[in-house]
T-cell receptor
């Protein structure tokens, strides 16, 4: 069964540094998402992306964050200047075009900010 | 705005016993409902979904859930649990016309041998 893949599985970064989290969505999917889960808290929506632009974003997704689909397969989340509170598990997800199709998640990238 | 409440943060159950994990949601519009499971050190895997039609939906691994519109609930059930069902279970809601999933805080299911 096709799946969403995320790299790296664990990223350790110094505070203030830029980090890029990478995702390869399922190949025929058209909608892409990023969520995060701070340790011990619920999974939170960050952003959705369709047709090469952001279609929806949460209040968490401020100017420090950006997303990009640099080629036909990758979907990336960039955090420009990381803060301690950015430490979390970041999940990428994708879905087919129809609005009622479920989102399929990757295994996540654990981001640790020192 | 939509919200999801999972009242039970932890549920211990003996092996082969039945289990129900509770989920209630709040939304001003029609919704799609989902249950996801997260095994240790893994991502979120879709268990089942309610989109429309029959209110009883069946998913993978013998799980099922029933959508109750009047009670705004979508409880997850399994008639007989196995050790391998030990995981965290998340209920999620998505409004019609909206893309984001809103998750509950999760229920940790622990199976006692």
């Amino acid at each position: 069964e096709p799946e969403v893949t995320q790299t790296p599985s664990h990223q350790v970064t110094q505070m203030g540094q830029e980090v890029i989290l990478r995702c390869v969505p399922i190949s025929n999917h058209l909608y892409f998402y990023w969520y995060r889960q701070i340790l011990g808290q619920k999974v939170e929506f960050l952003v959705s992306f369709y047709n090469n632009e952001i279609s929806e974003k949460s209040e968490i997704f401020d100017d420090q964050f950006s997303v990009e689909r640099p080629d036909g397969s990758n979907f990336t989340l960039k955090i420009r200047s990381t803060k301690l509170e950015d430490s979390a598990m970041y999940f990428c997800a994708s879905s087919e075009g129809q609005a009622n199709q479920p989102q399929h998640f990757g295994d996540g990238t654990r981001l640790s900010i020192l | 705005a939509q919200s999801v409440t999972q009242l039970d943060s932890q549920v211990p159950v003996f092996e082969e016993a039945p289990v129900e994990l509770r989920c209630n949601y709040s939304s001003s519009v029609s919704v799609y409902l989902f249950w996801y499971v997260q095994y240790p050190n893994q991502g979120l895997q879709l268990l089942l979904k309610y989109l429309s039609g029959s209110t009883l939906v069946k998913g993978i691994n013998g799980f099922e859930a029933e959508f109750n519109k009047s009670q705004t609930s979508f409880h997850l059930r399994k008639p007989s649990v196995h050790i391998s069902d030990t995981a965290e279970y998340f209920c999620a809601v998505r409004n019609f016309g909206n893309e984001k999933l809103t998750f509950g805080t999760g229920t940790r299911l622990t199976i006692i041998p």
